[in-house]
C-alpha cells in the first residue's frame, strides 16, 4: 500500500511541488497550508486531506496526527530576511514547531520525519569539497533556527523509533505553482526575471559568489528517493554538485536569453571587492548513493522559467 504523506507548508514554494509530485507518484498525500488554502482545484483534489493552520497552533497539531501518517515533511520557516525579525517570534516559527511535530507524530506512530534544513548552517567561508560532515558555522538567524531544528531532530533519532532524516538543500529554482509563492528573490528566478521584464540583469555584487543551484523538479525527485532509498536518521545534501559564480549564471541567463528572443541584453555588475570566494562543491554522493540523479540542467531550467512568463504573459 502506498505510503501516507502529510506534508506540512503544503502551499509554500517547495511544499506545493511536492505535494504535486508525490501525489502524481500514487502517494496519499496530506497537507497543511497557512495562512489558507490556495484557490485551485486541480491542486486541491490531489490531496486526501487539506488542513489550515498556524503551525504554533499544537491544539490543531495533535487533532491531525490522529490520522496515523507514515511520512512527514516539515517545509515551514520563515525566510532570511524574516528570520532576522525578535528571537521569540522568530523561534515559535523556525523552532519550537519542529520540537512540537516530533514530541506529538512520533507518540502516534510515525515511521519517518524530513526536515527541510539549508546548506547555510555552513557559514559563507567555506571551501573544497562539502560533504554532510562538515563542521558548521551559523552566521544568521536562519541558519542558527535550522541548525538547532537539526539538534533537536538529532535527538529524536536516538530517543524515538522514528526515522528522522535531515535534508541540507542548496539554491533550489524554478517557476512556482502558486503566483503568490516567496521565490522571486531567489537568486535563478530574480535573474530570469530581470532578463524578461527589464531586458538586461543587474547584479547586486561583482558576479564572483559561488552557488551551487538546483531545479525544483529535482528537489522533488530527490525527496521521492530519500522516502523510498534513504537510510534511517541520515543527513543528505539536496544540491546539483556544481558550483556557479553569479556572473556564470548570469552569462547563461544571457545566453538563453539571446536563443529563446534573439536579443542580446547587458549584465551589469557591482564595483569588484578583489574578495575572491573560494571553490566548493555540495557534494551529493550520499544522495547519488541511494539512486539520484540530476534531470534537468540550469540551461533548461531557465529556458523553463522564460516558457512560464510567456504562459502568464507577464
Ligand atoms: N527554496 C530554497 O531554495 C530553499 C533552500 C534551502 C532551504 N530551504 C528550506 O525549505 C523549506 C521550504 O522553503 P520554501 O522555499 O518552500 O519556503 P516558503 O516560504 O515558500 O514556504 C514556507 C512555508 O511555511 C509556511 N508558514 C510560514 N509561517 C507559518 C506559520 N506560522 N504556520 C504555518 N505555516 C507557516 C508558509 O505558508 C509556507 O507554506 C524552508 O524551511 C526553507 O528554509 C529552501
Known amino acids: 500500500m502506498k505510503k ?70 516539515h517545509l515551514v520557516s520563515l525566510d532570511h530576511h524574516q528570520s532576522n525579525a525578535s528571537p521569540d517570534f522568530v523561534a515559535s516559527v523556525n523552532i519550537t514547531p519542529t520540537w512540537n511535530l516530533l514530541d506529538i507524530f512520533t507518540k502516534k506512530g510515525l515511521k519517518k520525519f524530513i526536515f527541510f534544513s539549508t546548506i547555510h548552517i555552513y557559514g559563507k567561508d567555506i571551501a573544497g569539497d562539502i560533504a554532510e560532515n562538515y563542521p558548521t558555522n551559523s552566521q544568521n538567524p536562519y541558519a542558527l533556527t535550522h541548525c538547532i531544528s537539526e539538534t533537536i531532530c538529532k535527538y529524536y533519532a536516538v530517543n524515538s523509533e522514528t526515522d528522522c532524516t535531515i535534508v541540507r538543500l542548496s539554491n533550489s529554482y524554478g517557476s512556482p505553482v502558486f503566483s503568490e509563492n516567496n521565490c522571486w528573490w ?24 559561488l552557488r551551487d543551484f538546483i531545479n525544483g523538479i529535482d528537489v522533488c525527485r530527490a525527496v521521492e528517493n530519500i522516502i523510498e532509498n534513504g537510510e534511517k536518521n541520515e543527513t543528505y545534501h539536496i ?70 512568463f510567456e504562459k502568464k504573459q507577464l
Do not use: M
Request: charged content about 20%; proline content about 2%.
Open 239 to 308: 544540491s546539483s554538485g556544481k558550483t556557479y559564480s553569479i556572473l556564470e549564471l548570469a552569462q547563461i541567463v544571457q545566453k538563453i536569453y539571446k536563443s529563446v528572443y534573439n536579443k542580446q541584453i547587458d549584465i551589469l555588475t557591482a564595483k569588484s571587492t578583489q574578495n575572491y570566494p573560494k571553490k566548493y562543491i555540495i557534494n551529493n554522493n550520499k544522495l547519488t548513493q541511494i539512486g539520484f540523479s540530476t534531470s534537468v540542467s540550469l540551461d533548461e531550467g531557465v529556458k523553463k522559467i522564460f516558457e512560464y
Open 186 to 209: 531567489l537568486v535563478v528566478n530574480d535573474l530570469c526575471r530581470q532578463a524578461f521584464s527589464d531586458k538586461k540583469i543587474v547584479l547586486q555584487s561583482d558576479g564572483s559568489p
Open 4 to 73: 501516507k504523506i502529510l506534508i506540512i507548508g503544503a502551499n509554500g514554494y517547495l511544499g506545493a511541488q511536492i505535494s504535486i509530485h508525490l501525489a502524481n507518484q500514487g502517494y496519499k498525500v496530506s497537507g497543511l497550508c497557512f495562512p489558507e488554502i490556495p484557490n485551485d482545484t486541480n491542486w486541491i483534489n490531489l490531496f486526501e486531506n487539506l488542513f489550515v493552520s498556524d503551525i504554533r497552533d499544537t491544539k490543531k497539531l495533535a487533532e491531525i496526527a490522529e490520522n496515523q501518517y507514515d511520512i512527514l515533511i
